[in-house]
């Protein structure tokens, strides 16, 4: 009943660019906290960023200074622009958020996107 889709990822160079986009539609009655997290092959998967409903963020370290979260709350839509990529960002970047649909509206539940792919190589 609920769907979240991402889009944005490919392959840039060390020092570039690339903006994430994660579109939630379905029955939703409201977004609670939206993020991002990454997970890289025998790795746990680890949290990038996390907006919430309010607009406060927080980052892993690694990227603060270097990731900006945002979301359209009109849009039931979450970013993640990210600049002066390195190579340690390569990773599949799932989207997630907390969601409390028109059957559940007292209570939220995880929803996952389904992965993008981002390789920062030369």
């Known amino acids: 009943q609920v769907q979240l889709v991402e889009s944005g990822g490919g392959l840039v160079q060390p020092g570039g660019s690339l903006r994430l986009s994660c579109a939630a539609s379905?029955?939703?009655?409201?977004?609670?906290?939206m993020a991002w997290y990454r997970q890289v092959p025998g790795k746990e998967r680890e949290l990038v960023a996390r907006?919430?409903?309010?607009?406060?963020?927080n980052y892993a370290d690694s990227v603060k200074g270097r990731f900006t979260i945002s979301r359209d709350n009109a849009k039931n839509t979450v970013y993640l622009q990210m600049n002066s990529l390195e190579p340690e960002d390569t990773a599949v970047y799932y989207c997630?958020?907390?969601?409390?649909?028109?059957?559940?509206?007292?209570?939220?539940?995880?929803?996952w996107g389904q992965g993008t792919q981002v390789t920062v190589s030369s």
């Open positions: 997630n958020a907390n969601i409390r649909t028109h059957w559940s509206v007292w209570i939220s539940y995880a929803y």
């Open positions: 379905g029955s939703i009655f409201s977004i609670d906290d």
């Open positions: 907006v919430v409903s309010s607009g406060s963020t």
